[in-house]
């Protein structure tokens, strides 16, 4: 295995399109280092982007933040910005292995790890963020949701590094929260996650939602059918009732010790209520 | 596989070795720099037994490869106390019997000396939940926090 620590990210793509075997990006190596671990795995080239100017950064543009690829976790909760802006993202990376792994563990690697119980995936997705991509043939935009295709799978291709996570200003009365379960109290990966994302009318109705449900499926789901339940509504018996019974039948689990299907699509609709009264209020909602 | 020569900080000293691409920041204390405080557990970042703190922040050393410490400041066990005057946190393990085989000792040091930097007056809460990535098989966790929240108070210089 090769180690490579790049300056610019035009030799860090130009390496990873070049690699002739398997070759990864290395920001907070904590997916990467435990899986260089295990006895099957094989990597001719690591390429640590933390050199690269700008990567461990947060900044501030004039349509929102661009979080740098390499700024952990714990740095995303002393940027009091971002904390006001985005409760929801933050809470949601927070929540991502102990402060050991706080410290190192960073929003995209646990979007390129495209584990279907990341923490912070359903966050940015209910977010509506967008991660910049630099390849071989330069950079474009896309959806973060659009990064994970399944379990340990992306859609980026030999050459690509996101640098950047990308979240618009909020909108005005606008409020985001995440919610997990797990069967400890820390330390342990979600057995089901539910974050919603919602901006209310001037009377406090809400006027656009977004509900994404994470570990019910081999990616994130963003439900529609869910967001739908919350249009017009200020989050009556009723309202919530029935974004409950939307997600539970959005989730398509899997059976497993942690949980079974029916427990896990039962979470999801518990979780979203909860998440959805965390977010109407946040956005100023009573 | 070549030699990646890096140059790093430990514990305030200037530091150069050669790791292969491949070791870890833990492999290279343990094995190249006869640091031996610092022990591997579980080796995949669950039991912080080989918690150091790098640039100020507590990691586990068993997730760091060790070419990436290459101008980083390290600190680890070996430098808490001074001399033979032992950090308060050491004072305080002892004095509450906060250990019994005291392979998780070193990363639970490490991790509460980062704490009490960051929050030098946390709740048990606080201190429950920063030291939930240190796993200790022998005593259970009351006289660990005893010993951090005592430490804590001294520090504070409201000794005890």
Partial sequence: ?286 | MTSIAVSTTINGDDVEFLCRADETLLDVLRNRLGLMGAKEGCGTGDCGACSTIMDGRVVCSCLVLGAETEGREIETIEGMANGSDLHPLQSKFIEHAALQCGVCTPGFLMAAKALLAAHPDPTEKEIRFWLAGNLCRCTGYDKIVRAVQDAAAEMRGEGT
């Fill in chain 1, 1 to 286: 295995m090769r180690y490579e620590r790049p300056g610019t990210i035009e030799d860090a793509v130009a390496m990873l399109a070049q690699a002739s075997g398997r070759s990864f990006v290395l920001a907070g190596g904590t997916d990467l280092l435990v899986r260089m671990k295990s006895d099957d795995f094989d990597a001719d080239l690591v390429v640590d982007i933390k050199a690269i100017p700008g990567m461990d950064e947060i900044a501030e543009t004039a349509d929102g933040f661009a979080i740098g690829a390499a700024v952990s976790c714990a740095e995303l909760a002393e940027n009091s910005a971002l904390v006001s802006a985005w409760p929801g993202v933050v809470e949601a990376a927070n929540l991502i292995g102990s402060t050991q792994i706080q410290s190192r563990c960073t929003m995209t690697g646990n979007l390129c790890n495209a584990s279907p119980a990341a923490d912070s995936v359903p966050a940015l997705v209910a977010a509506d963020a967008r991660v910049r991509v630099i390849g071989p043939n330069g950079t474009r935009t896309i959806s973060a949701q659009n990064i994970p295709v399944g379990p340990g799978k992306t859609s980026l291709e030999k050459g690509d590094i996101i640098d950047a996570i990308l979240l618009a200003r909020p909108q005005p009365r606008s409020g985001d929260a995440y919610l997990r379960f797990i069967p400890r109290t820390e330390m342990d990966i979600a057995v089901v996650g539910v974050a919603v994302n919602l901006t209310l009318g001037a009377d406090g109705s809400v006027q656009t939602a977004r509900v994404a449900l994470g570990a019910v499926a081999p990616s994130v789901i963003l439900s529609e059918e869910a967001a739908r339940t919350l249009i017009g509504t200020k989050l009556e018996a009723a309202a919530l009732g029935a974004l409950e019974a939307a997600c539970s039948a959005a989730s398509i689990p899997i059976d497993d010790k942690r949980g079974t299907v029916a427990f896990r699509k039962q979470v999801a609709g518990v979780l979203a209520r909860r998440a959805a009264r965390i977010a109407y209020e946040r956005a100023g909602g009573k």
